[in-house]
């Protein structure tokens, strides 16, 4: 069985961060060691607020020491970081990185750079968002950014789909050797768009957009679990990408149907097995 860490957020209601992305990785076939960066009792866009905490950078270098200690870095086939709350912990995901690599010099580094949106804007410090483009994202094997957090990584502006492969690509020559963007946001009003680039090309799919009273949460630690599991099970890039953009669809459409805006990730469960969508990928380079 294929083993992927985890290190994000958790939310005891609902679904965001490791709480959207174990279970869907789980139901692919996948083991998961999730490591919790902070722990709250639901995501923060409910305007009643939330309680938990913020765990210290210490206790995810503890967690990969034991790991270690018990021989089963070396058995693990990638590492995916979500939200980091403070520079100390994206420093301890970097040596949580170097470790594995070390133990197992196959493993997968998966970066979903978790900044904001462009509604919202950076939702992390100055300095998080200053490790995840100068150090984290540089080293990571796959990226799996949104357009805004692309935008922060490359410095380009990014109003077409031309301007969108030439980001892509400038992102792979900084480091990464696959970038999944989860959100083309300014292409399309009427379509949500996904782009992949790999050496091998660029590709682009597309389906409806939803509409909710509440934009859900999650969604893109959802596609970054998927494409993770996707690659973990042995499929190429491009069929992780098609997977995920349909398995996530499936679920928001089912949580659109039950008048929901939290992710209806157990409800759908079966999408991450059998997606009820095919919107098919094109390649555009």
């Known amino acids: 069985m294929t083993n992927i860490i985890s290190i994000q957020s958790h939310v005891v209601f609902g679904h965001a961060g490791n709480s959207s992305a174990v279970f869907p990785m ?17 995501h923060t866009q409910y305007q009643q607020g939330w309680t938990g905490r913020a765990f210290d950078a210490s206790d995810i270098d503890h967690l990969i020491s034991g790991l270690d200690n018990i021989e089963q870095l070396d058995q693990c086939f990638a590492l995916v ?5 403070n520079a100390a912990q994206c420093d301890s995901v970097l040596t949580a990185v170097n ?21 919202k804007g950076c939702i992390v410090p ?39 492969v030439k980001a892509c690509a400038l992102a792979l020559s900084k480091g990464p050797k696959v970038v999944l963007v989860k959100h083309l946001h300014s292409l399309s009003d009427e379509n949500f768009l996904m782009m992949l680039a790999t050496a091998e090309g660029t590709y682009l799919a597309q389906r409806p957009k939803l509409e909710f009273a509440k934009q859900p949460v999650g969604v893109g630690d ?35 149907d039950c008048g929901e805006w939290e992710l209806q990730t157990i409800k759908a469960q079966n999408e991450f097995i059998q997606p009820s969508y095919d919107y098919l990928v094109q390649k555009v380079i």
């Open 81 to 85: 970081s979500g939200y980091q709350g």
């Open 99 to 119: 470790t594995l690599k070390a133990r197992n010099s196959q493993a997968l580094y998966v970066c979903d750079p978790v900044m904001g949106d462009p509604k």
């Open 222 to 256: 959802l596609i970054t679990g998927l494409f993770s599991a996707g690659l973990s099970k042995g499929l190429s890039a491009v069929d992780a990408f098609g997977h995920a953009h349909n398995a996530a669809f499936g679920v928001l459409k089912v949580t659109q």
């Open 126 to 164: 100055d300095e998080v968002t200053d490790k995840l483009v100068n150090s984290l994202m540089p080293i990571a094997d796959v990226i799996v950014p949104n357009q805004f957090e692309l935008t922060q990584f490359t410095g380009m502006k990014i109003e077409s789909l031309d301007d969108a």
């Open 26 to 42: 789980q139901r692919m076939g996948v083991e998961v060691w999730p490591i919790h960066t902070v722990q709250y009792s639901n």
